[in-house]
Structure formats: C-alpha cells, structure tokens
C-alpha cells in the first residue's frame, strides 16, 4: 500500500510474555519514528531510525523495549515480559528525511496487557 | 526539552460555529509547528504547519499562526461541521532533537448537527 503499515492492528497478551510490533514505512523514507500514545494522552516519542541503525532511543522506557531495522525499511519493536502498564497505541512514522519534511502515521497497534 | 501546552477538551459546538483551540509551547532552538488530527477509526493525519515566525498554515478551513512572541499556534475555524468531530493534538520539531515530534495532549472536539 502507499501508507504506513503497522501489524497486527490489536494484540492482547497476558502479563511476562513477549511481543513484537510490526511496521513497514512508506518506500523510500529513511527516517522512521515510533511513538507511543496512552489514553487520553499525546503520542510519546520512543525510539528513531535513520537508515538501519537507531540514531535516538532515548525515549525508551525501559530495557525490556528494543527496537531494529535490519534493512533500513521494516521496523519491529520488541517488548520484552510484558507489563500492564505498557498497555497503550504503539504509533509508527515515516518520513522522507529528517530534514523537516512532513511525518506520515500509520494505524497504530493497540497493545492490551492482561 | 521542548514541550507543548493544549487546550483541555472536551469541546462540544454545534454546526458552523467558531472553533479555536489555544496551543503554547516551550522549545530551545526555532522549531517547526504542527497540528495533526486523529477522526474517529483513522490515524494520525498533518492537518497543517507553519515553519518559522509569523508563518500562517491553512488547510480544510482551519488556520493557525505561529506566533514567536507568545509562543503560541492556536488552532481556529471560523464555520466547524459535523465532519470536523475529531481529536486535534498540537505539536513541534526541532532540529536539535532530530525533528522527533513533541505533541500535546489533544483536544477532543466534537460538532453536533
């Protein structure tokens, strides 16, 4: 498609498993982003991508996140033993560049931890 | 760091009444501003921006102006319609933190018929 693509579009899980997040940028976009966004809240930067490696990961939370580009296109954020706090929209960006051009958001994956 | 401040919602106006959604932001460099919004069911959509000082964006009837004295960039339309019941999230980039966007809270707004 010409979007940005995020699978799947929901994923419950209980609490302690591990789950992968998945996002393919629109072609040709080298910088992707993901965001997280919690009820009633703003999407919350995580981690970005320029090409294949992660040039900012500060936002993070924790090391039992992670995320890779292998191929500097699909991306896969990787949560680690689960926490019930983690429940909330995982939101995938791409964009052309970084140099100020405009971010396209996919769909989001809403992550539900029992 | 960079931050911004949104109107709390929820907003409910009826139709073609006049919406505006006050926006401030606090950033360290010259950033870029955004409004994106989010309609029921969809993603995350740029609705408009304006890139440096006195800049105005406009797109679908909605204006805002960035304005580098107040540090402001409020949202306005002047006749809001029922297709404008949304969630609008104010946000800014900043090259100093690699264009990663920094969004408010957002505002709900729905428009009743």
């Known amino acids: 498609g010409a979007g940005v693509s995020q699978t799947p579009s929901n994923k419950v899980t209980e609490k302690g498993k591990y789950v992968e997040l998945r996002c393919d940028p629109i072609s040709g976009h080298t910088a992707l982003y993901w965001y997280r966004q919690s009820l009633g809240q703003g999407p919350e930067f995580l981690i970005y991508f320029q090409g294949t490696g992660a040039a900012d990961d500060s936002g993070l939370p924790n090391d039992r996140f992670f995320a890779v580009r292998p191929e500097g296109s699909v991306s896969t954020l990787k949560i680690q033993r689960t926490e019930r706090g983690d429940s909330a929209v995982y939101l995938c960006?791409?964009?052309?560049?970084?140099?100020?051009?405009?971010?396209?958001f996919g769909q989001g994956t809403r992550l539900t931890v029992v | 760091g960079d931050s911004v401040t949104q109107m709390e919602g929820p907003v409910t106006l009826s139709e073609e009444a006049f919406l505006t959604i006050n926006c401030t932001y606090t950033?360290?460099?010259?950033?870029?501003l955004f409004w994106y919004v989010q309609y029921p069911g969809e993603g995350l959509q740029l609705l408009l921006k304006?890139?440096?000082?006195?800049d105005k964006g406009s797109n679908k009837g909605f204006e805002a102006t960035y304005r580098k004295e107040t540090t402001s960039f409020h949202l306005e339309k002047g006749s809001v319609q029922v297709s404008d019941s949304a969630v609008y999230f104010c946000?800014?980039?900043?090259?100093?933190?690699?264009?990663?966007?920094?969004f408010g809270a957002g505002t709900t707004v729905t428009v009743r018929a």
């Open positions: 960006a791409s964009s052309l560049n970084t140099a100020n051009t405009e971010a396209f």
């Open positions: 304006a890139t440096k000082a006195d």
């Open positions: 950033a360290t460099g010259y950033p870029s």
């Open positions: 946000a800014l980039s900043d090259r100093a933190n690699d264009y990663k966007l920094s």
